[in-house]
């Protein structure tokens, strides 16, 4: 016992004798019972707040606080990350994590989101080098068809130069301590003053060098190092990881908006037709079923409360129908359509926001044609910013290669059959007429398989 409680016991028995002399017995024992029990509880409160203090260490602070800050404003955050754990392989041995967001029964529209391991962040794998062909080609023709960074929209919203600057200094600090082997860094002199300084108090990023490619980029060290800083930025951070990017802001309303990103693989929209939308705009305009009765409200308040040190990752999938494999000997740069789903949408070009602006030539659904394309989107607060960055990495994988893992196909054509007629719209059952060559062959290699298959989510 402490020597604090000590002196109250002390004091207790002091009173109980002066008591004595003066009260009857019981009510000498009521006026005891309730100082003990005081007592206790005292003691009980104050051994509760010294454990919680010790087993919960101060935590980064909420993303919203209406008492601390009006919406649209950020103080910068003094945030220090956990130890990044250089990656136990390299990239270049590392299979595409085989994503299967699909579980059979009724189709549930919900935000589906679980917590991010800081070392999950960006994935890299033996595809790296095909997804940095992909995007550098795109952004050298595109431009500004994958890249965009909007101005400020005085009294709503500001730019999203500032987090497009921040977002690259986090993407290097963070590649060339996850994969060392991969990416290696140059710092500016350590009396360089900057507004995004490196981790851990080193001085701010310099360049960045893509090892096994042999690129290095410059980085640019503020929104006025040079013309175009922000949009510089955007390409650098597009090069280096396969994943789509995109920086949402607050604004004054409290809504979050799209003002900057580098979307160079999204397939079936283009940045031009969702850039400096609102959050709700964004979902209500690309018609995602079910956003306003059960999305929309809960999307609403965890954005405004996402934390700087609660990073969370979500899966979401569709199906694409592309052309036949080329030729041996001709080497397309993305006869996958990952960059654009052209076979199923049309010309890039000639696309009408959310429709394409005639019905393309499909080539015919088969087995070998039609790609289960899975997202991976991470979702976390930016600390200098306050920014929330999506990043989107896409995975592709054919119908005829999914179906031989086990128990795939019978777990996937039981997801089709719950689609409501709106998810089955969303999601294009109706369109590119590759539902029912999917789903006789996944009844066809389930029945061939019998109950023996068992699939496994991720």
């Not at 007592?39 to 260490?57: D, N, Q």
């Not at 597009?238 to 990103?261: C, H, N, P, R, W």
């Not at 409200?297 to 694409?320: E, H, I, T, W």
């Amino acid at each position: 016992m402490s020597s604090s409680m000590l002196g109250i016991y002390e004091k207790l028995s002091a009173v109980q004798h002066w008591l004595a002399a003066r009260q009857t017995k019981e009510s000498l024992g009521l006026i005891l019972a309730s100082l003990a029990a005081t007592i206790s509880l005292v003691y009980l409160k104050r051994t509760a707040k010294t454990l919680s203090s010790a087993s919960h260490p101060p935590r980064s602070p909420p993303a919203s606080d209406k008492e601390v800050r009006k919406y649209g404003e950020w103080s910068p955050v003094e945030f220090t990350y956990p130890r990044i754990t250089a990656s136990a392989r390299e990239p270049a041995e590392t299979n595409p994590i085989p994503y299967r967001p699909f579980r059979a029964g009724e189709y549930h529209v919900t935000m589906g989101i679980r917590s991010m391991p800081w070392d999950e962040w960006i994935e890299l794998d033996n595809q790296y080098e095909k997804y940095h062909r992909i995007r550098e080609y795109r952004i050298r023709t595109r431009g500004s068809g994958v890249i965009r960074v909007q101005p400020d929209n005085p009294g709503l919203v500001k730019s999203g130069g500032e987090a497009a600057i921040e977002l690259v200094h986090e993407l290097a600090e963070y590649l060339c301590q996850r994969f060392p082997t991969m990416f290696e860094i140059e710092r500016h002199a350590s009396d360089k003053v900057a507004s995004f300084p490196g981790w851990d108090g080193a001085p701010p990023v310099k360049s960045v060098r893509i090892i096994p490619l042999g690129r290095s980029y410059d980085i640019p060290l503020d929104i006025n190092d040079g013309e175009n800083a922000a949009e510089r930025a955007l390409e650098v951070s597009a090069s280096l990881v396969q994943e789509d990017l995109a920086l949402m802001i607050e604004g004054t309303d409290g809504k979050y908006y799209f003002q900057a990103g580098a979307i160079t693989i999204a397939g079936f929209w283009r940045i031009q037709d969702k850039i400096g939308l609102s959050l709700d705009d964004i979902h209500t305009t690309g018609d995602v079923p079910r956003y306003k009765g059960k999305l929309q409200m809960s999307l609403g308040r965890f954005f405004q409360k996402l934390a700087v040190d609660k990073p969370v990752v979500r899966n979401n999938y569709f199906f694409q129908v592309v052309k036949p494999a080329p030729p041996d000997g001709v080497d397309e740069i993305d006869p996958e359509e990952l960059g654009w789903a052209e076979s199923s949408h049309g010309p890039e070009d000639a696309f009408l926001h959310t429709h394409p602006a005639h019905q393309p030539t499909r080539p015919t659904p088969t087995p070998s044609t039609v790609r289960l394309r899975c997202e991976r989107q991470t979702l976390r607060r930016l600390p200098r910013t306050g920014a929330i960055l999506f990043t989107i990495r896409t995975y592709l994988t054919p119908i005829d290669k999914l179906a031989q893992e086990p128990g795939v196909a019978r777990q996937l054509a039981g997801a089709l059959r719950g689609w409501g007629d709106d998810i089955g719209a969303y999601k294009g059952k109706d369109s590119g007429e590759w539902w029912d060559v999917v789903m006789d062959y996944l009844d066809k290699v389930a029945d061939e398989e019998g109950d023996d298959g068992h699939a496994e989510n991720i």
